[in-house]
T-cell receptor, first 108, second 115 residues
Framework: GEDVEQSLFLSVREGDSSVINCTYT??????LYWYKQEPGAGLQLLTY?????DMKQDQRLTVLLNKKDKHLSLRIADTQTGDSAIYFC????????FGDGTTLTVKP | DTGVSQDPRHKITKRGQNVTFRCDPI?????LYWYRQTLGQGPEFLTY????????KSRLLSDRFSAERPKGSFSTLEIQRTEQGDSAMYLC?????????????FGPGTRLTVL
């Protein structure tokens, strides 16, 4: 089945950029997604990218997709303390396969 | 529209008991999904409905689990004869239409603790 891998932790200083990475095995997914989960809350869809795109920018968020290397990344510009959360990449429109999440800690 | 709601938010039960969770999706969303999330892991797909039809079930969904969406609106997930390994967060999501980006909107989850 689909395997989605993420690094577990990332720590940055407020105002810096954060880059969260994701690798996957199955390249058949039409859409790839990034979700944010804050403590005690459900998942919030942040953004997604269509598989025939290389990049998508949405305000402070930039998604990069390298289909050849099966690598997806999420860049958060000017990271704020409110961005501290767990970030999940997910593949598949319909039932989705999620990575285990990257915990982002933003230090003031 | 207040988003996807789930009830209860927390459930503590003893091993062997049956539990039922409810999910109310966003109005007029055709698809409804159930996921299970354990600590330190991402959500794992359990099952999904398109309107009232249950289209797919994961191998994770043993015979003790059953889900329904009788009128194509709210859904219930029942776990019979609960085991300690069933302790997890059960998440429900809905999406507005078939095709396209299939954006999924998640509820806050039901946290199940089996003693």
């Amino acid at each position: 089945g689909e395997d989605v891998e993420q690094s577990l932790f990332l720590s940055v200083r407020e105002g810096d950029s954060s880059v969260i990475n994701c690798t996957y095995t199955d390249s058949s997914s039409t859409y790839l997604y990034w979700y944010k989960q804050e403590p005690g809350a459900g998942l919030q869809l942040l953004t997604y990218i269509f598989s025939n795109m290389d990049m998508k920018q949405d305000q402070r968020l930039t998604v990069l997709l390298n289909k050849k290397d099966k690598h997806l990344s999420l860049r958060i510009a000017d990271t704020q303390t409110g961005d501290s959360a767990i970030y999940f990449c997910a593949l598949g429109a319909g039932k989705s396969t999620f990575g285990d999440g990257t915990t982002l800690t933003v230090k003031p | 529209d207040t988003g996807v709601s789930q009830d209860p938010r927390h459930k503590i039960t003893k091993r062997g008991q049956n539990v039922t969770f409810r999910c109310d999706p966003i109005s007029e969303h055709n698809r409804l999904y159930w996921y299970r999330q354990t600590l330190g892991q991402g959500p794992e797909f359990l099952t999904y409905f398109q309107n009232e039809a249950q289209l797919e079930k994961s191998r994770l969904l043993s015979d003790r689990f059953s889900a329904e969406r009788p009128k194509g609106s709210f859904s219930t997930l029942e776990i019979q004869r609960t085991e300690q390994g069933d302790s997890a967060m059960y998440l429900c999501a809905s999406s507005p239409r078939v095709g396209g980006a299939n954006e999924q909107f998640f509820g806050p989850g039901t946290r199940l603790t089996v003693l």
